[in-house]
């Protein structure tokens, strides 16, 4: 019955910015670590970002660094992802997930995923 439903994707030009967002249902929301993760053509589901259960820590692939942003509010049941300066590179499903486990960072440990929200980012 649970259910994580993104939103947010679409296509924008290089250098702009996107917010994407998950809605989580079904689940005790503040319980799981949050993640989001990617995939693009030819690739294999790639990390993005996680946050911890309480949003006190953040961890981040290399790749978006200093460019991603992800926050919940846990009132909500919502996690989002801020995605500024993006690059033709972060082009790609992105799906969020829900974690009970400890490793934020491997999509092995997740328990629940979201359909996808497509990014297209135009050069």
């Known amino acids: 019955q649970v259910q994580l439903v993104e939103s947010g994707g679409g296509l924008v030009q290089a250098g702009g910015s996107l917010r994407l967002s998950c809605a989580a249902s079904r689940l005790t929301f503040s319980n799981y670590t949050m993640g989001w993760f990617r995939q693009a053509p030819g690739k294999g589901r790639e990390f993005v970002a996680a946050?911890?259960?309480?949003?006190?820590?953040?961890r981040y692939a290399d790749s978006v660094k200093g460019r991603f942003t992800i926050s919940r509010d846990n009132a909500k049941n919502t996690v989002y992802l801020q995605m500024n300066s993006l690059k033709p590179e972060d082009t790609a499903d992105y799906y969020c997930?829900?974690?009970?486990?400890?490793?934020?960072?491997?999509?092995?440990?997740?328990?629940?995923w979201g359909q996808g929200t497509q990014v297209t980012i135009s050069s």
């Open positions: 997930a829900a974690n009970q486990r400890a490793d934020p960072g491997s999509a092995k440990w997740y328990d629940y």
């Open positions: 946050i911890s259960r309480s949003g006190a820590n953040t």
